[in-house]
């Protein structure tokens, strides 16, 4: 094959490539989706609510025994949950809803360390780069934080969203604490970091996070702090032909969001 056909070959899937990524970016968030991820947050934050404080305490023998030996030889507990109406499925059309806990053991660390880490927004940029490109605190109001984080998700493609956010704390007893997080705004950014960088129309974008809820849980116990974080989040579904693509993103990152954010709680808990 001479090098000019080889080109020119070269040029033609370049050429179809960046045709399906065009493409395939292409996606609208409808209100039947909205509707039905938001009757899932209900039903997730009614177990909340209603359960155990920590995951692993709901947990039956040996299960629970097994999953608190992990952590507290200094390993990570990553489950993936899902929430279930009346012993069913939650139907979400149009989307994917993504649902993991973490849970992670510092010894000798407190609640209250670890909430002044949680809340010190200005520094997320630096505490969990490069995740976390951009943050800011944009107002406080007692323990309800408004917050603005640009997140790096890289997987396959690298996508970059703005988003803003509303954190409740609160301390529902002397030895724990909680944080519920909602995401208020997310769109997509093309051309990040560049002049001419721009917001796509949120809700009509690529569609790999939509939404994205956090749920944080301290706890002191047996020495240290139990840190607990579950985050629901929405993404577009996998479109036909497109797997490639967008199945490792949209499937991979939750889990792996959720893995590097523990992690480095963790790691700056220790270190303090």
Excluded at 141 to 146: I, Q, S, V, Y
Aim: hydrophobic content about 40%.
């Amino acid at each position: 094959m001479s090098r000019r056909l080889s080109g020119v070959l070269l040029l033609t899937v370049l050429a179809v490539v960046a045709n399906r990524e065009m493409t395939v970016a292409a996606a609208e968030l409808q209100p039947r989706t909205v509707a039905a991820f938001d009757r899932y947050v209900r039903a997730t934050e009614s177990r909340l609510t209603l359960g155990s404080f920590l995951w692993v305490d709901g947990l039956a023998q040996p299960r629970r025994a097994d999953v608190l030996a992990l952590v507290r030889r200094g390993e990570l507990s990553i489950e993936r949950l899902s929430t279930l109406e009346g012993g069913r499925e939650i139907d979400v059309p149009g989307g994917l809803v993504h649902h993991w806990v973490g849970t992670a053991f510092v010894p000798g660390a407190t609640p209250d360390q670890a909430l002044m880490l949680l809340q010190n927004y200005d520094q997320h940029e630096r505490i969990y780069s490069p995740a976390v490109a951009r943050s800011r605190l944009m107002a406080r109001d007692g323990d309800e934080f408004r917050i603005f984080l640009r997140f790096m998700l890289k997987k396959v493609i690298t996508v970059v969203v703005n988003s803003e956010h509303v954190a409740r704390f609160r301390r529902p007893g002397n030895d724990r604490a909680e944080g519920w997080i909602h995401s208020t705004r997310i769109a997509e950014v093309d051309d990040a970091g560049e002049p001419g960088e721009r917001e796509k129309p949120v809700g009509n974008d690529g569609g790999y996070l939509w939404r994205l809820n956090t749920y944080w849980r301290l706890l002191a116990r047996d020495g240290g702090v139990y840190v607990q974080c579950e985050s629901v989040s929405l993404t577009r579904g996998i479109p036909i032909g497109f797997g490639w693509l967008v199945g490792p993103f949209v499937t991979s990152i939750p889990r792996e969001s959720l893995t590097f954010t523990l992690q480095t709680t963790r790691a700056q808990l220790a270190a303090r």
